[in-house]
């Protein structure tokens, strides 16, 4: 069974669309989190969400928002996509945030063209 | 607020050559120190990990040991083989203080080992 599942894997898109990645997690776990990962692998925290708290990075356009259903779940919308917004998404989660490690799903490698 | 600092890449090294890959951090308090793995085309795996001054972390002939005296937490292997080929990120998570739960990563070094 995949412990953090992203879809879809791949999205290729036209500059000024709005679209979804979806993350979901079966771990239990009560944190979850979006990374995103630029062409020199760079990984940036964009947010974490923790029992209801949201903790935006302040350097994240207000084009992309969270979006979490419940606990399982945290989904990234992406309004009005740019060509600068190509990259790899990565969703992760953990229990708790002392000492422990972070799952992280496989990634979508979004391409804005 | 928190930073990781790792060694600039690629590296390149032949089989069985030893890898160091440098890696210092500053944090408030007392952080846990982590590797992380990402294989091509894959999401990033934990490889190994510390949570107070000097553990040491290992996993699959990996080594990492905390050294708060020199904020320090270098990755070493005796003997890579080309299945180690990948990107390296050293992380930390914070102790204390709001979006503490966040891992804070540095740039990664990506390794090729050559046969």
């Known amino acids: 069974d995949t412990a953090v599942s992203q879809t879809p894997k791949y999205l290729v898109t036209q500059m000024g669309n709005d679209k979804s990645i979806k993350c979901e997690q079966n771990l239990g776990h009560d944190t979850m989190y979006w990374y995103k990962q630029d062409s020199k692998k760079f990984l940036k925290i964009m947010f974490s969400y923790n029992n209801k708290e949201l903790i935006i990075n302040e350097t994240v356009p207000n084009r992309f928002s969270p979006k979490s259903p419940d606990k399982a779940h945290l989904n990234l919308h992406i309004n009005s996509l740019e060509l600068g917004d190509s990259a790899v998404y990565f969703c992760?989660?953990?229990?708790?945030?002392?000492?422990?490690?972070?799952?992280f799903g496989q990634g979508t490698r979004l391409t804005v063209v | 607020g928190d930073s990781v600092t790792q060694m600039e890449g690629p590296v390149t090294l032949s089989e069985e050559a030893f890898l160091t890959i440098n890696c210092t951090y500053t944090a408030t308090g007392y952080p846990s120190l982590f590797w992380y793995v990402q294989y091509p085309g894959e999401g990033l795996q934990l490889l190994l990990k510390a949570t107070k001054a000097d553990d040491k972390g290992s996993n699959k002939g990996f080594e990492a040991t905390y050294r708060k005296e020199t904020t320090s937490f270098h990755l070493e292997k005796g003997s890579v083989q080309v299945s180690d080929s990948a990107v390296y990120f050293c992380a930390l998570r914070g102790d204390s203080g709001a979006g503490s739960y966040q891992l804070t990563f540095g740039k990664g070094t990506k390794l090729s080992v050559i046969p």
């Open positions: 992760a989660s953990s229990q708790g945030y002392l000492n422990t490690e972070a799952f």
